[in-house]
């Protein structure tokens, strides 16, 4: 299958205060083909937001893509001029984010912001975008879209401000669709509705997902393929049935064992600190070339202290991990 | 230096912090102050015109009020700065007369400061009625444009230094209160001064003790501002005539000058520019307070 | 419905409130030193034995405080706020006579201060650490701390004397009058400088703030969401960012109106524009205090008609206000 999009040893680095450039992602691959979905998933810090913004050609003014490429149909979009880049966000890829409030102005009606994607893209104005606005929101299951199109944001609930959120993204007819985190901010319930929104519209649309997420409990149904992000480098890929199954590193492991528990109703202490796995991602800066999750893994041998941390290697068809005790780990 | 250290020590001693000044709020705030390139700029520069006016009037024994020469004589001749419309020494009016506007800029800001503390601090920690009558009350000096209102008091009660410092302090307060009200209104809702009250601590030493000590960063930066904003008052009084003739200040130069200026330009430029650096060195320094204090704005910058 | 209730309580606000400058004149009267009738005829030594004993009657100053008051109240609700004995003429006529000028003068100035403040403050943001940012923000600090009637001096001086290109003094030549668009030109080229002079203390604040708010707007949610929208940077700016930026410069633009009329005075007193300020500055030469009084009256209606436009511009720009929402 020829795939939608196509990351290619990408790095991002952080340009410090004194100028020195500190890597926040490091050699990232990976693919994502046409209708299917691929989640990102790690904890905060672990640079799954700043890779979407690579993307999307929106990394903040002090971060750098260092090298590597981003192929979007196969063209390089990194070496796209700014104005046909622009011309890509929003109609070929689309991003939602997490906080649904804040995302959206709060001084323009819900309306006025949809149609906006369809005057700037599709040279839609007037009766015919409000009418594609109104079935936008109709698609997006928004009740009495006639009363919420000329409604403000600070009118509507979370998960309605959400699947407005959705309803901007899709007005483009992305091929590829970001969404990151879109579920954080909102009660479990409607968590599971925006979910199978999306499952939905995948289904209708044919658009690729791009998943973000640190909830990996959450993404085995929606998600075709799984990506392991840890202190911005992937420690272990692959389908998603065989990740949920069978995780084979042991931050995989840990963060499983955390959904388990949180289905057992038992939250952990903290969100930084997830129960089955001390300490916390290691900040920018203090990230060497061994294993970054050396600090973290109860079962570090020496071998993971003495090498730097091993490339991804296959172990199955269709599944790859970054660990030096892969063997033992999954014995 | 040591000096120019003086204005942060006292404010150390002002909100009661412990004397390890290395790792107190108020030393952090003063090693980020000297950080900001503009405060350290403002406060050289104010320091100057200090020290100008205490030391000025020893080296330069001119009388500002005398008729040293013939009216209009222009710079460069035995008056340094020329004379003014009477022959009166216009580098000898400067030296004097910043005393007069910097004493009346300071005094003035601490009435404002005053008022503005008692009201926003009564309002901002009883609410209710109390709150309600004192909004109001600010409210009210809100709709009278200060400047206005103080030549309206200057004019009726007559132009002495002391009235005018008056009526500039009690014509400028309103947004003293509001500040400290909104202070205290926040402060008043967080935890540590929760458990005050809930330990038994009297009103007075909440007010007194545990919330106006956190208002006051934001209180001093006020303070500083309101400084330059009661030069400006003075001047603008004096230039419409209602400045204490029996005083030099820059702003009665300005005033008594100005429509002399086509014939003597060197009257009025240099009193307004004494008035323009004054006030300049004094919003830098607030500048710089305020960086130093808000860590928000400072993120900014 | 909301609005209708919200509209009434202004009113009664705004009628408590200038009941209450009135009753703070007529205590101003009481409290000055001397005799209120010296006062009230105004201390030019030019009010006769007649006049005197006919402004007794007239304010009933025999009578006691509170029905002094009263009368005064009564006075004034029936349009009579004194007569001035320096201009000969009643107080209330001579102040509607200089109030256009007046409103010329601190329209045009709050306009452009307000259009370029913010155009400054828009620009300067895109480059907080650029060299235009750092022109704006010396020019700003500047402006700030340059006394107005010491700009309008200075404008004097260089436009009057240096550089005789644009009139001075009034609001239009008075040797050969113009009539109909020239008359117009004429008077827009007399408001210049007037206007100039007090617009950079405020197109300094202006910019100032617009430039934080616009920094903070362009670091918002949303401004990253238009962005992901693929919008043209010029909407992102000009439409998403923009009116966020507005709001705050809207607020503190109302709160300041006083200070723009205090600044109009000193202003039209450097450029002996025909306005109120000028007619400050004449009674308190002429200690006029029945025109004094009445000026101070009409600055606070005029502040709180700026409060009450305010509010409504704010309104238009803010839908959580607008819906009662905040």
Redesign the interface.
Known sequence: MVALLEVDQLNVSMRSEAGRLVPVIENLSFAVAPAQTLALVGESGCGKSMTALALMGLLPEDFVITSGRILLEGRDILSLPARDMRALRGSAMSMIFQEPMTALNPLFTVGDQIGEVLRWHRGLGGAAAREQVLALLRAVQIPAPERRIDAYPHQLSGGMRQRVMIAMALAGKPKLLIADEPTTALDVTVQAQIFDLLAQLQRETGTAILLITHDLGAVGELANEILVLYAGRCIEAGASAGIVAQPRHPYTRGLLRCVAHLQLGQAPKSWTDLGEIPGMVPPLGARGAECAFLARCAKAADVCRSNPQPILEPIAAGHAVSCWCKAAVAA | MTTLEAPTLTIVSAIDMPARRATSPAGIAMRQFLKSPSGVVGLCLLALIIVGTLVGPHLYRVDPLDLVGAPFMPPDSDAWLGTDYLGRDVLAGLIYGGRATLAVGAVAALITIAIGLLIGSLSGFFGGVVDVVLVKITEFFQILPPLLFAMVLVTLFGSKLSTITVAIGAVSWTSAARLTRAEFMRLRDLDFVKASRAAGASDRHLMLRVLLPNALPAVIVSATLAIGVAILFEGGLSFLGLGDPNVMSWGLMLGQNRNYILDAWWAVIFPGMAIFLAVLAISLVGDGLNDAINPRLRRRS | MALAIHLTRQIANAAA?LL??LV?NFC?IH???GDPVQ?IAGEMGGASADVIAALRTKYGLDHSLMEQLAIYLRNVVTGDFGYSYYFNEPVLGLVLQRLPATLYLTSCALVSALVVGTFLGVVSARR?NGLFSHTVTVFS??G???????TG??L??LF??VWPILPVVGMSDVVHRKQGLNYVLDVAQHLLLPSLTLALVFIAQYSRLAR?NM??ALS???V??????????W?VIG??AL??TLIPTVTVAG?Q???L???A??VE??FSWPGMGRL??DS??R?D?PT??A??FF??LM??AA?FLTDIVYRL????IR?G?R
């Open positions: 409130l209450a400058v703070l101003l409290l000055a030193p006062v907080p600090l500047a700030y701390a340059a006394p107005i009637f010491w001096l200075m004097l001086l009057g004397s934080v920094i903070d918002a949610d949303y990253r969401t238009a962005r992901a929208k693929g919008l043209p940077e909407v439409k998403h009116r966020n709160h109106f006083g200070n009329f205090a600044g005075v000193l007193t450097v400050v500055f308190i030469l200690r205090y004094l009084m000026v101070l600055s606070a502040v709180m409060n720009i803010d839908p959580r819906m929402q």
